[in-house]
């Protein structure tokens, strides 16, 4: 019987929500898209700070969050056309959302033999992404070519491009950075100048925040970077990965590459602090499962995995205010989470407020 009641309850909520967003952003509801090329820095012109925007045939919602995705490649190599970027974007605008596929700045060979060119080098395409996220809400506040929701957006990739996304997100101010043995901030002074974590790729005057991280197979420098104020995260990753590594180790698994730690460790660091995450973990599983796209089944569950761990953040979940005339005799009967399970309050995490005139609110506590 309690069983019953938790599933009845979760599929109440699950329908619910899923009424909220008209069906939206979990299943692909459009067949076709549209793929458009723009150069999104307005300091920079060239291949490297181009981007693929891709929004559906006939969708014509105005609010729309936008998914930001970049490609891997070791920081040396790869395009916003490959396999994974092209099958991630047309999945995600198929669901609804705007997807974009971007280029950002990459090293030669001599990344792979010093730290300070791959502090720089991250910390250049963190800028490039940045740029990118600012493109979208400076494009909104002249006109809304692409139909947004500026206060959603989500920016994740595979391999290298994940690193960038989890970088982005998580180092808060330049204070975070080591001094020693590599002066890290000034190298971000070097970067951005007076524009700080921000950046040298330019659309200054818009924000870069995020509202969550996407990660396929990839990794953070130092776990410390993650606090509870920090944007939910979910990922994807392969417990034999040492390209990035799963726990932590160096780099491509080479002694001269900077210590990245995967989901093993940030996950752990993310439930320390109460910071809202998921992860799915493919046992075995190495570091290339995402690089074909849809071609690799583990792919299509990465993208599924991902879309359901969105869906609840998104603002079309929540529900409208009620007067205090019409909830003054309404009394909470339970709390549960996005599973149905009774909950207590937590931070950063989606709550479903159940009341006995049968209303749900849905809430994001955040600290």
């Not at 699950?14 to 009424?19: K, T």
């Not at 459009?30 to 929004?55: A, G, L, P, Q």
């Not at 990344?111 to 791959?118: A, D, G, P, R, T």
């Not at 494009?139 to 500026?150: E, K, L, S």
Request: glycine share 8%; net charge negative; hydrophobic share 35%.
């Amino acid at each position: 019987m309690k069983k019953l009641a938790i599933l009845l309850t979760l599929t109440f909520v699950s329908a619910f929500i899923f009424a909220q967003c008209d069906g939206r952003y979990q299943t692909e509801i459009f067949s076709s898209v549209t793929v458009t090329e723009v150069n999104y820095s307005d300091v920079y012109t060239d291949n490297e700070h181009k981007m693929d925007i891709y929004t559906a045939n006939g969708d014509t919602a105005t609010n729309r969050p936008v998914i930001l995705y970049m490609h891997g490649g070791s920081f040396t190599a790869g395009d916003k056309t490959t396999n994974d970027c092209v099958d991630f974007c047309e999945s995600m605008a198929k669901r609804g959302y705007v997807a974009a596929s971007l280029n950002y700045r990459l090293s030669d060979f001599s990344f792979l033999f010093s730290n300070e060119i791959q502090y720089e080098t991250v910390l250049k395409a963190v800028s490039d992404a940045k740029s990118a996220i600012r493109y979208f809400r400076k494009d909104f506040a002249a006109v809304n070519t692409y139909g947004i929701d500026p206060n959603t957006i989500f920016v994740g990739g595979y391999s290298a491009g994940a690193v960038i996304a989890v970088h982005l997100a998580y180092i808060d101010s330049i204070s975070d950075l080591p001094t020693t043995p590599i002066n890290v901030q000034t190298i971000v002074n070097n970067v951005g100048g007076t524009n700080g974590l921000e950046g040298d790729a330019g659309n200054y005057g818009y924000s870069s925040d995020l509202s969550g991280v996407i990660s396929f197979a990839g990794g953070i420098n130092d776990v410390n970077w993650i606090d509870a104020n920090d944007e939910p995260l979910v990922s994807v990753q392969g417990t034999d990965d040492l390209t990035v590594n799963y726990n932590c180790g160096p780099g491509q698994n080479l002694a001269s590459v900077l210590t990245l730690c995967g989901s093993g460790e940030m996950h752990p660091k993310a439930d320390a602090v109460g910071l809202f995450n998921d992860k799915l973990i493919f046992s075995g599983e190495g570091h290339n499962w995402a690089a074909y796209g849809n071609s690799n089944p583990k792919f299509i569950q990465a993208m599924d995995f991902t879309t359901d761990f969105l869906f609840p953040l998104l603002p079309c979940n929540s529900t409208t205010s009620i007067s205090e005339g019409n909830t003054r005799n309404k009394q909470l009967t339970r709390i549960t989470d996005i599973l149905g399970k009774n909950a207590n309050s937590i931070s950063n995490g989606p709550l479903f407020y159940i009341y006995d005139d049968g209303t749900v609110e849905k809430k994001i506590i955040i600290k």
